[in-house]
């Protein structure tokens, strides 16, 4: 059996502003291409060069620096999102820990991704399993656990 690539895909209103939360919040992913020196961000860019907004690119893609794992691509589109999730991302922050030590670590990292701009939606403290249930900054759900 052919073994394929796998793409993570996210459609968003601001593909610029949601790829900068899950290069944050994931760590080891940038952009393929820095941004020129002197600029912020590629629309900053952009505004320098006179490109109209309408003409500029509607995706941005990160890739991962560190380790093998997909890439991810952030694609504008114009329908805003609707209902929950069918497909979900679950980070995995306590590997290993028990007890109190993964509770401490995984509400650690919910208030890390919190100041980066994710809301905490639910908190599951259940005898078999503790998880944070969160929004990125466009409503699309994650777990941390």
């Given amino acids: 059996m052919t073994a394929f690539d796998l793409h993570i895909v996210f459609d968003c209103a601001n593909p610029d502003l949601v790829a900068r939360f899950w290069m944050e919040a994931l760590g080891g992913y940038d952009f393929p291409m820095p941004v020129p020196d002197g600029f912020t961000t590629w629309d900053d860019w952009a505004d320098a060069q006179g490109i109209p907004v309408d003409q500029r690119p509607t995706t941005r893609t990160l890739v991962d620096k560190t380790r093998n794992r997909p890439d991810i691509f952030f694609l504008k589109v114009p329908e805003s999102k609707s209902g929950k999730n069918r497909l979900?991302?679950?980070?995995k922050v306590a590997p290993g820990l028990t007890g109190a030590d993964r509770l401490l670590k995984i509400k650690a990292e919910g208030e890390?991704?919190?100041?980066?701009?994710?809301?905490?939606?639910?908190?599951?403290?259940?005898?078999?399993?503790?998880?944070?249930?969160?929004?990125?900054p466009e409503g699309n759900e994650f777990c941390v656990a």
């Fill in 112 to 136: 890390r991704l919190t100041a980066l701009g994710a809301t905490l939606l639910q908190t599951i403290d259940e005898p078999d399993s503790f998880h944070l249930i969160m929004q990125d």
């Fill in 88 to 91: 979900h991302l679950d980070i």
